[in-house]
């Protein structure tokens, strides 16, 4: 069935680093894909989404691009703040699975003053 | 437009209790989705609805779980006689339609506690 594999964390950095979390995928036919962020004791919310190869989506300097030769969806950003400290979830959605998102475990990302 | 709201935000029932979890879509959503997020897991989809139908439920346990989405009210998420292993954050979602490229919007959660 389709999966979704993300980096162990946790991961931390000192402000102003660079990130990169990786993210890769399985699934049959052409899945749209996702990240979210998940803030401490918060809901998800979406943080970028690319629905077709060679995408880019980006957001508050995030950026991820749908590689399909690759069947990744690497999460970046070039100066990571101490208010990006949550846990980012990779994810699919594919036609196939009736749409459901299907998820990696998540990165916990820690950046330190 | 309000978000997706769920309530309550913080449930805590004892074991063989009933839990009853509520998620009010989006304004203009018709499509709902439950995952539920275990300690130290990933989260995992659990039923998929649109009004009065039950679309998709292959991640709900067999038995126990139950969920509905009226055709007026909120959806609900219903655990009869819970045990420990229910404990978890479970996460309503809503979207405009059912096609894989439009995002799902996520309420903030409830968290169940079973003591």
């Known amino acids: 069935g389709d999966s979704v594999t993300q980096m162990e964390g946790p991961v931390t950095l000192s402000e102003e680093a660079c990130l990169t979390i990786?993210?890769?995928?399985?699934?049959?036919?052409?899945?749209?894909l996702f990240w979210y962020v998940q803030y401490p004791g918060e809901g998800l919310q979406l943080l970028l989404k690319?629905?077709?190869a060679d995408d880019k989506g980006s957001n508050k300097g995030f950026e991820a691009t749908y590689r399909k030769e690759t069947t990744s969806f690497h999460l970046e950003k070039g100066s990571v703040q101490v208010s990006d400290s949550a846990v980012y979830f990779c994810?699919?959605?594919?036609?196939?699975?009736?749409?459901?998102?299907?998820w990696g475990l998540g990165t916990s990302l820690a950046v330190n003053p | 437009n309000a978000g997706v709201m769920q309530n309550p935000r913080h449930l805590v029932r004892r074991r063989g209790q009933e839990a009853r979890l509520r998620c009010s879509p989006m304004?203009?959503?018709?499509?709902v989705y439950w995952y539920r997020q275990l300690p130290e897991e990933g989260l995992k989809f659990m039923v998929y609805?649109?009004?009065?139908?039950?679309?998709?439920e292959s991640g709900m346990p067999k038995e126990r779980f139950s969920a509905e989405f009226p055709k007026e009210g909120p959806s609900i998420l219903r655990i009869q006689q819970v045990v420990r292993g229910d404990s978890a954050a479970y996460f309503c979602?809503?979207?405009?339609?059912?096609?894989?490229?439009?995002?799902?919007?996520f309420g903030p959660g409830t968290r169940l506690t079973v003591t």
């Open positions: 979602a809503s979207s405009p339609r059912g096609t894989q490229e439009v995002e799902q919007y």
């Open positions: 994810a699919l959605s594919a036609a196939g699975n009736n749409r459901k998102l299907i």
């Open positions: 990786n993210c890769t995928y399985t699934a049959t036919g052409y899945p749209s």
């Open positions: 304004k203009g959503h018709s499509h």
């Open positions: 609805l649109q009004k009065e139908n039950i679309i998709d």
């Open positions: 690319a629905t077709k």
